[in-house]
Structure formats: C-alpha cells, structure tokens
Nanobody
Framework: VQLAESGGGMVQPGGSLRLSCAAS????????VGWFRQTPGEQRELVAR???????DYVNSLSDRFTISRDNTENTLYLQMNDLKPEDTAVYYC?????WGQGTQVTVSS
C-alpha cells in the first residue's frame, strides 16, 4: 500500500491550498479516509474524514473553511483549505483505512 501526498506549501493568511493523497495497492472505495494534522509537541488531531459510504465528519468549525472529498475512480483523497490562518500551520497526514501518508507541511505565515 502506498499513499502519496502532495499540495502542501507556504501561503499567506487568507490563502488557499489543496492537498491530495493518491492511494495504490488497496481497494480505495472500501475504506474510510481522511486527514489529520500535527504541530510540534502536540498530538495528531483529526481534521476531517469520509466513510466508505460517503458520510463526512469535520472537527470543530473547520468545515467553514475546509472541504474534504474523495474520488473513488482516481483512488484519491482531497482537502481543499481556504482562508488559511497561522494556526492551521502543521504537518498534514492522510489516512486510508489503517494506512498513513508521509505527511505534507502546510505553513501559513505573512
């Protein structure tokens, strides 16, 4: 199983990024998928997830600015992040079932 993340980077406050997580080696549509994020010294925290049936959960008020989606035909998971804030700075990890991506750094700074 391989999960390849992309789309991270540095943006100014108010900017947008779209993270992608391309999966291979498993039947993507059968699994819950989602995104966690982690800052130094903190525990990894859930951002959003989608069940295999398409039910979406967001943590706290992130749904105001973040949109999670999945494309089962492309075996890819996405996280659209808008109006980014400095507190969104973290390493973002995707998961597909019990499998994890390598993480992609998102830095929001002026």
């Amino acid at each position: 199983v391989q999960l390849a993340e992309s789309g991270g980077g540095m943006v100014q406050p108010g900017g947008s990024l779209r993270l992608s997580c391309a999966a291979s080696g498993l039947v993507f549509s059968c699994y819950a998928v989602g995104w966690f994020r982690q800052t130094p010294g903190e525990q990894r925290e859930l951002v959003a997830r989608i069940s295999s049936g398409g039910v979406i959960d967001y943590v706290n008020s992130l749904s105001d600015r973040f949109t999670i989606s999945r494309d089962n035909t492309e075996n890819t998971l996405y996280l659209q992040m808008n109006d980014l804030k400095p507190e969104d700075t973290a390493v973002y990890y995707c998961f597909v079932g019990a499998n994890w991506g390598q993480g992609t750094q998102v830095t929001v700074s002026s």
